[in-house]
């Protein structure tokens, strides 16, 4: 890591949780991460976007690790594009397009070959499960006894997968956001942006009741293209819900712990 420089970088052109996103360098942008987020992480995140990126995916080079104003940062290629969701605010007669191209580029993901180093599905949903303080020890052991019924896999799953993650730039969508990915089993993968989407639908994340419905709309239409173009599993899918809403329980969003709880609990029900 290059030593520390100061640097005017003006006001940000991205805010995320963890980072911000300043315009940078010879055609990239820096992803400027806040000084709780840890080295280690930011180095993780830097693997894994060269591994998906080695894979052809449509994502940004990542570049190189500096310290600017005493806070580390992430090089990126530079992408011109507004995501997915804020596009489809705007533009909501593009619903059902957006839905599709999503279901596409999930299938698309689900196909890559990737390389082996990349964390575990399923060690990394057993972590968060046991994690998960909101979840009962009964029901954090019916969900850790559910995750251990169904089928690993080998396919590259991003873990984060939404219209937020996507950008619509003019050579296409780009997909952003990898330090959530993992190799394992696709249908797991569908089953955690259900919950993204379903969530956010069912909480306080979407105060807008017209946006509610256009999310949900959304999310059904999602579904149909993704099962159109990977026929079966839709029952394994449903399988995953209550699991993967249960290891949601481990990122500490207080508005979706009640919500998350009912769909964990339906796993006892089923």
Known sequence: MNRNMNRD?????????????????????LKLFFDWFKLEDIEFEQHMNRTVHASGLPVPAPGGIIQVNGRI????????????WETLARQPWRLFEFA??????????HAANILP???????????????????????????????SSLPDGDRLCHGDFHPGNILIAGHGPVIIDWIDASRGNPLADVARTTIIALGAVGSSQVPNKGLRFLLRLFHTAYLQRYFHLRPGG????????PVVAAARLNENMPELEGWLLAQAQKGLES
């Open 9 to 29: 970088l003006g006001k940000p052109i991205a805010l995320g949780r963890t980072a911000e996103i300043y315009a940078w360098e010879n055609g990239q942008v």
């Open 73 to 84: 940062g992430l090089e990126y290629e530079r992408v011109d594009g507004v995501n997915m």
């Open 100 to 109: 599709r191209r999503t279901a596409e580029l999930h299938v698309e993901m």
């Open 117 to 147: 180093d990349i964390p575990s599905q399923r060690r990394r949903l057993e972590r968060k499960i046991g994690g998960a303080d909101p979840l009962s020890s009964s029901l954090k052991q019916a969900m850790l006894e559910a995750l």
């Open 234 to 241: 839709f029952n394994e899918y449903r399988r995953w819900l």
